[in-house]
């Protein structure tokens, strides 16, 4: 375990397109490749004059290996975390969902 008095330097700059890049790494953990996930920042109102959002992540195996006349709609299936939880909680059982279901993942940081 480190000094708390000698942080560790993160080889990130921390913006938004760092951010997605991260989050992509942290959702392949869940062992698919990222044309299974499609990330939305969904407008859910507003704060002291600034948007506020909710990311959500759809994953489907749509567009994967599949012309569209083959897509064949699949039930909708929405995953949200409890207090103090993450979305990478549902990573182990994202594989097997996916064939049964559309995954809409709402993906609440804090």
């Known amino acids: 375990m480190g000094n708390v008095n000698d942080p560790v330097k993160s080889h990130y700059i921390l913006n938004k397109k760092t951010l997605h890049q991260l ?3 942290v959702l392949l953990f869940s062992g698919l490749d990222e044309r299974y996930f499609t990330r939305h920042d969904v407008p859910v109102g ?3 004059g600034a948007p506020v959002t909710i990311r959500t992540i759809i994953i489907s195996d749509k ?3 599949r012309s569209v006349d083959d897509v064949i709609p699949k039930e ?3 995953l949200q975390h409890g207090y103090a939880g993450a979305g990478a909680l549902f ?3 994202l ?3 996916i064939t049964r279901f559309d995954v809409v993942l ?3 940081i804090g």
Request: glycine content about 0%; cysteine-free.
């Open 76 to 78: 909708k299936l929405v």
């Open 106 to 108: 709402i993906d609440m």
């Open 91 to 93: 990573f182990p059982i």
């Open 63 to 65: 567009h994967v290996n």
């Open 23 to 25: 989050e992509m790494e």
């Open 46 to 48: 507003e704060f002291e």
């Open 95 to 97: 594989k097997q969902l």
